[in-house]
Nanobody, 117 residues
Framework: QVQLVESGGGLVQPGGSLRLSCATS????????MGWYRQAPGKQRELVAA???????NYADSVKGRFAISRDNAKITLYLQMNSMKPEDTAIYYC???????????WGQGTQVTVSS
């Protein structure tokens, strides 16, 4: 059973920072493209940041310059560093793993992030 286990969500004040983590298996980490999505109340799930082919990264325009996706291959963990956070960043954040060849996709259970004073 594939597991993507997120952690690190919580309540933060505007302008603050949080770091999300997503732990998974070595097989998933090495063979799937990893990324972060979010879903705010009443809105569709949207891409936040993801690794793309060739080792590049892709970010939503709304988070460019504020968020950074990274990975630790030794710890088999994906990260999302979120800085200068805004109330509109409030959402449930999901870790995503997608196989580019088979298009098989897995999701984590989600972690709540709330930006509020």
């Amino acid at each position: 059973q594939v597991q993507l286990v997120e952690s690190g969500g919580g309540l933060v004040q505007p302008g603050g920072s949080l770091r999300l983590s997503c732990a998974t298996s070595r097989n998933i980490f090495s063979q799937y493209t990893m990324g972060w999505y979010r879903q705010a109340p009443g809105k569709q799930r949207e891409l936040v940041a993801a690794f793309v082919g060739g080792g590049g990264t892709n970010y939503a325009d709304s988070v460019k310059g504020r968020f950074a996706i990274s990975r630790d291959n030794a710890k088999i963990t994906l990260y999302l560093q979120m800085n200068s956070m805004k109330p509109e960043d409030t959402a449930i954040y999901y870790c995503n793993a997608r196989n580019a060849r088979t298009m098989v996709t897995y999701w984590g259970q989600g972690t709540q992030v709330t930006v509020s004073s």
